[in-house]
């Protein structure tokens, strides 16, 4: 295990629902992150956190919400989505917030939207 | 750019072949280059990295291939092995951005 567990594992939900992705690491980094990824497209980053503080928001719409009560949970609110927003939503961490950091990701959630 | 061009998008080799895999970039303060390898089921995994300040860096059966003027690195993985199979990211930062790039991945089956 990588230390970084993402929950559910499967998630379906109808366009008008709201749900929320969990993340937790167990590694005592300062960084999380939130990641998306979609067949044949490289992952895209949709948020960062460095110590609890939002630092990065990669023009993701609003009906993706992300909550980071402490360095070692991350949550990703969804409400109101389409269904081109299902696909493997991936949650990372790393020690710091550098272009050298290695990231630690979870299993991810695989969401599908109806 | 921010783009990352990852080739070929799958790739079968047979048991004990070489697996090869390129990406090749545009921006020139990229100076982290990692590689990422992902399992069905499970989140990508660092799998090695370089700096540009070498040519090439060997960790057991995975190589990368480093060439700064032409801006392109690769992944060589030596003896491939049916276990190795798996999707291969490679990714690139650093400059002003210290955010991972990365390509669209690689899928590789290696057949028994």
């Known amino acids: 295990e990588t230390g970084v567990t993402q929950t559910p594992r499967h998630l379906v939900m109808g366009m008008t629902n709201k749900k929320s992705l969990k993340c937790e690491q167990h590694l005592g980094h300062n960084a999380m992150y939130w990641y998306k990824q979609s067949a044949k497209k490289p992952l895209e980053l949709m948020f960062v956190y460095n110590f609890k503080e939002q630092t990065e928001n990669n023009s993701v719409p609003s009906r993706f919400s992300p909550e980071c009560p402490n360095s070692s949970h991350l949550f990703l609110h969804l409400h109101t989505l389409q269904p081109e927003d299902s696909a493997l939503y991936l949650c990372?961490?790393?020690?710091?917030?550098?272009?050298?950091?290695?990231?630690?990701f979870g299993s991810g959630t695989q969401l599908s939207v109806l | 750019q921010q783009q990352v061009k990852q080739s070929p998008q799958s790739l079968i080799v047979q048991k004990g072949g070489i697996s090869i895999i390129n990406c090749a970039y545009e921006n020139t303060a990229f100076d982290y280059f990692p590689w990422y390898q992902q399992f069905p089921g499970k989140g990508p995994a660092l799998l090695i990295a370089i700096r540009p300040d070498v040519s090439e860096k060997k960790e057991g059966r995975f190589t990368i291939s480093f060439n700064k003027s032409a801006k392109q690195f690769s992944l060589h993985i030596m003896d491939s092995q049916p276990g190795d199979s798996a999707t291969y990211f490679c990714?690139?930062?650093?400059?002003?951005?210290?955010?991972?790039?990365f390509g669209k991945g690689t899928l590789l089956t290696v057949n028994p």
């Open positions: 990714a690139a930062a650093g400059g002003s951005n210290y955010k991972l790039t």
């Open positions: 990372a961490s790393s020690q710091h917030r550098g272009s050298n950091e290695k990231l630690f």
